[in-house]
């Protein structure tokens, strides 16, 4: 079944902690993206990456931290730079072409100890 | 900067009435217009696009949106709304070329009342 597996759904972490979301895609995308959704806040863009081994900064990339060494996966790191990480995250992948759709994963949520 | 600004952030309606879900954005060359949604519990999913073309589009579940391009909008649309339909919705805008980054709207809550 094609798509894209966010792992884990659920995420606690503690103060000071470094966490790891997981994003894997079989839809042989090569752009990735990651995005935070707040309430009242719509999608904010954390990273994004259009080929492998190599991503640039979204809008709010300041706590995180990514690498592409895969075309299938795109793995966020939440550093304890982030101080406000409790948010629901969101992982995306499109095309080649700028009019084709971003697809999205299930989303991880997590949540401060 | 492109920006993209959705009026309603909060809309409730009862079933059957019409529904009408307003989206601006700003940029001057050709765009790429989306409309997600997403309801509880589920991920995001494309409601419709439109790239080129006819301006009326239609997607999934008789939701359509127009563009009008003088107005510099893309409002979603739906004659008879359902319980089912109730979601947040969001528009989404992107730069028509080999930019693939979207700049989103806030979204709007849309509950609808059986």
């Known amino acids: 079944d094609g798509g894209i597996t966010q792992s884990p759904k659920y995420l606690f972490r503690k103060e000071g902690q470094n966490v790891t979301l997981s994003c894997e895609q079989n839809l042989n995308h090569d752009a990735m993206y990651w995005y935070r959704q707040d309430p009242g806040q719509g999608l904010r863009l954390i990273y994004y990456s259009q080929i492998v081994n190599d991503f640039q900064k979204g809008d709010i990339a300041e706590g995180y931290s990514v690498s592409r060494e895969k075309k299938e996966s795109f793995p966020l790191t939440v550093t304890s730079a982030q101080k406000n990480p409790t948010a629901f995250y969101l992982c995306?992948?499109?095309?080649?072409?700028?009019?084709?759709?971003?697809?999205f994963g299930d989303g991880t949520r997590l949540s401060i100890l | 900067a492109q920006s993209v600004s959705q009026h309603n952030h909060h809309v409730i309606l009862s079933e059957a009435a019409s529904l009408e879900l307003g989206c601006n954005y700003s940029y001057g060359g050709t765009v790429n217009l989306f409309w997600y949604v997403q309801y509880p519990g589920q991920h995001l999913q494309l409601l419709l696009k439109y790239f080129s073309g006819d301006p009326l589009v239609k997607g999934i579940k008789g939701f359509e949106a127009e563009f009008i391009k003088s107005k510099f909008s893309f409002n979603l649309r739906k004659p008879s709304v359902q319980w089912s339909d109730t979601a947040e919705y969001f528009c989404a805008v992107n730069s028509a070329g080999n930019n693939r980054k979207l700049i989103w709207g806030l979204g709007t809550s849309l509950a609808v009342n059986p």
């Open positions: 995306a992948t499109t095309g080649l072409y700028s009019n084709q759709p971003q697809h």
